[in-house]
């Protein structure tokens, strides 16, 4: 009980304490707003002057999802009163600016306030623009520049606002900048002639027709010459030379009332130039700067007056001694010449009063008497100028060298022919080396066989019955000339080499005794005999300096004491090279056994005119085996007019007999061959015959031939007799032995005829 009593008075105790030490507001009942919003709130809204916007204010409310209008609760206030002002939301726009707007709710039951803001930018609306100009926007070139100009305006949608300035905001343009141009309303004459100015603001335009006259006839173009001036006519030129260096020109104003009356406005016109390079102008000083052709034109107010100037050199050319490209050595000095020709065969020494440059000063220096001092190596441009003329040679420094050396001393070159010059180098002070061709001047000992011509050796003639000489060609650096100071260290000038050059004539083509070789196994064989034809006919049997190459392993080539000959080391094939000059043979090599017999079949036989038969030829090797040979043999015929053999075939030319000679492994072998015409027809004298027994008869056989040729073949022909117990025959004598009967027959070139016999 005593428990209870204590936990009440400790709860009333605690209560009185929350009580005093937290204000009753802070516990906010269900109903009270937490926060307030204005629709759009921390954003701009533009508003024309004397519109309206009624702004609406949502609240957050304790307990409750849902938002609640209080727009006519909150209190309303304007950060600008002249600008906008505001009466339970509704804003009324009243000149252009910007304002900030704010509704404020303080919550009465916990006392906490709440604040949202938007702000209002308030423009003008503007319902036309009028444009304010002077003289009627008639204007005259020398127009003053008050008179030139044009106000805009912006009419406000609202009668108790004077119309708006908006000269320099406005957007400007001219229809004819030719004629005028304007900026922010400030007009610039340019021309007469007539242009529109139409101004843009606010999506309003205005604009006017302006039109401007000259007070001026034209402009007149004068040269000074110390205090004369003298006119320059219409299409006259003004013809000057590098030497005037300057031209005073002057431009004055025709007036359109009175052309007697001229104003001098040269330092108020535009000068221009069609060509800086060739002549400058300000304020009508023109400046020469080199020769050529310039359009001198002064502006003034729409006016325009041109005259055309030629700036030419009093001097044709100007020559450099020594003349062409040069090329000098680290060290050296070179004292150029410079003239120009001032008449036939005359030239005027110009050397210390010409312009003198290099292009690259770090490879070499020029002085202004035209002394060239060599640096560093590389290439540079010496040039020498004068009253206009001009001349530029290419300089090329070499570093310091102390020998010279050819890349090869021999070379052959064939006639007709050229070839590149054999590289030459110098030694430099490191050791290495640096190319120096193109510093080596070539001469020929015979300048009728070859020469040296744009860095090739070129080739000429050779007498008819040479195929090849020998010409020496010298190269050397360049001497000391007149003018050039050498490097006395190093005398490295005039130092030349020299190459042998063998001059030949090209080989038409390369003659074998043979095409194919058959070799034993073994043995070695003497190479094919080889002729060189050179293109100017001249022949050269076995030349001195073939080439012979084998391939393959079954044979090789052998140096011996009667010269290179082939060895066959296996069965097989190979290829023999001939090489000479520029022309190769090859030879076909077939290596085998030796054989030790040949057989030819047929050894003889007859062959119609114009008909052709193959020779068979076997050869036997010594373990027995055969190969054929027919189209190895070589055939040769003692007669081709009446038989030619082409590998293994024969072929029967005119009437008459040859004999065919093959060899082969050194066996030779012959073949008889006997020429005939065509057989066309074989005729017997009786074809039928009747004879007692014992007697005999004797019948003779002829050969009709396509030549119309008849020959008696009786004892040629082979007779035979189809019972020898009733009748025999021989050599075209038949004789009867016994009654009955039999068949003799002839035959002789391929036909037959047959002769009927009765023995009774």
Known sequence: MIANRKMTYWM????????????????????????IAIDGENTTIELGVGKTKQLKVSASVEGSTSKKDVTST???????????????????????????????????????????????????????????????GKY???????????????KVDNASIEPKDVTADAEWTSSNAGVLTVEKGQITLTGSGEATITAKYAGLTASFKAKVTSPYSGLKLYQTVGTTDTEIQE?????????????????????????????????????????????????????????????????YLGEQVKVDIYVRAPYEAILLTPSGDQMMFIGEALAMDAGVRVKANETQDVSDVADWSSSNKLIATVDDKGVISAKSTGTTTIKASYQGVSKSMKLTVLPTVTKLEVEKDQMDVYLGGSASLPKVTGTKLDGETVDLSNAITWTSSQENIAI???????????????????????????????????????P???????????????????LASEDSLSIVIGTETALPQITAVYENGVEQANPTGVEWTVSGSNAVLKTTVDGKK???????????????????????????????????????????????????????????????????????????????????????????????????????????????????????????????????????????????????????????????????????????????????????????????????
């Open 140 to 154: 005259s070139l020398d127009s003053s520049a008050s008179d030139l100009t044009v106000t805009a305006k912006a």
């Open 566 to 760: 082939l060895k066959g080391l296996s069965k097989g094939s190979a290829t023999l090279k001939a090489t000479f000059e520029n022309k190769t043979v090859s030879f076909s090599v077939t290596i085998e056994p030796k054989i030790t017999k040949i057989v030819v079949e047929p050894q003889s036989f007859e062959l119609n005119i114009k008909k052709s038969k193959s020779i068979k030829v076997t050869g036997y090797y010594t373990d027995g085996k055969k190969v054929t040979l027919s189209s190895k043999m070589g055939w040769v015929s003692s007669d081709e007019n009446i038989a030619t053999v082409s590998s293994s075939s024969v072929k029967a030319i005119a009437e008459g007999s040859v004999t065919l000679t093959g060899s082969y492994q050194g066996q030779t072998v012959t073949v008889k061959v006997n020429v005939i015409p065509k057989l066309m027809k074989l005729e017997v004298s009786e074809k039928k015959l009747q004879l007692a027994p014992g007697s005999a008869k004797t019948l003779v056989l002829t050969a009709t031939y396509d030549n119309g040729k008849v020959v008696s073949v009786t004892g040629s022909a082979n007779w035979t007799s189809s019972k020898t117990n009733v009748a025999k025959v021989s050599a075209g004598k038949i004789e009867a032995v016994a009654k009955g009967s039999a068949s003799i027959k002839a035959q002789y070139g391929g036909k037959t005829v047959t002769v009927s016999v009765s023995v009774k």
């Open 235 to 299: 299409k006259e030129d003004l013809e000057l030379i590098m030497a005037d260096k300057e031209v005073k020109l002057r431009v004055k104003t025709v007036l359109a009332s009175d052309s007697t009356t001229n104003s001098d406005v040269s330092d108020k016109a535009t000068w221009a130039s069609t060509d800086n390079g060739v002549a400058t102008v300000e304020d009508g000083t023109v400046k020469i700067v080199s020769t050529g052709k310039a359009t001198i034109t002064a502006s």
């Open 492 to 510: 490295i000038r005039g130092t030349t080499v020299e190459v042998k050059v063998s001059v030949k004539e090209k080989v038409l083509t390369l």
């Open 452 to 490: 040296v011509e744009d860095g090739k050796i070129v080739t000429k003639e050779l007498d008819d019955s040479v195929v090849s000489a020998e010409v020496t060609l010298t190269g050397k650096l360049t001497e000391a000339g007149t003018g050039l100071t050498p490097n006395e260290s190093f």
């Open 74 to 136: 909150v209190v309303w206030t304007t950060s600008d009163a002249s600008i906008v002002k505001v009466d339970e939301g509704l804003v009324t726009a009243l000149k252009s600016g910007t304002a900030t707007v704010t509704a404020s709710y303080n919550n009465p039951s916990t006392q906490v306030g709440s604040k949202s803001l938007i702000t209002i930018k308030v423009t003008d609306t503007y319902t036309a623009l009028t444009l304010d100009y002077k003289l009627d």
């Open 12 to 35: 009333l105790v605690l209560t009185l304490l929350l009580s005093v030490m937290v204000p009753t507001g802070v516990f906010a009942a269900t109903g009270d707003i937490n926060s």
